[in-house]
């Protein structure tokens, strides 16, 4: 059994806006990265995400950017590993597709967790932080609030 999940939200927003809201480091810290981002999402890239649930900045890889389309990220799992020099990372991908109704579907698959308690434990928090991922950026998009302001620190 493989440890992966992917959660789904529907933004009604087009899927340009919405893409960017997630490519853009100055958008994203509005909504997610509670500590800021640096660095705009661009295939080959190496961007920092901080959240002040998980204080310190985070490497993220960017694998692959397909305009309004898909973003693919690797990055640290929360597991340790045997070797201290060693580390595990996740894939993460994040699929955009426009619906007819002028509304985005956003999905957010991620994959990688070592087969153990330790592993699942640690991809069991990161389904929970995409789906608040998420919902954030739904009301952030469509309403303007920041539901993370305050909610960690």
Known sequence: MD???SVAGRIAKPVGEVFEAVVNPDHLSHFFTTGGAKGRLET??????????FPGAFPVHVVEVETDRRIVLRWGSAETTPDP?????????MTFEPLEDGRTLVRISEQGWSRT????KASYGNCEGWTGMLCAMKV?????FNLREGFYK
Request: glycine share 10%.
């Open 44 to 53: 080959g890239a190496v961007v920092t995400w901080d959240f002040h649930d």
């Open 3 to 5: 440890l992966k999940f």
């Open 85 to 93: 020099a060693a580390s595990r990372e996740t894939t993460v991908t």
């Open 117 to 120: 308690q330790e592993g699942l």
């Open 140 to 144: 952030w998009l469509e309403h303007g």
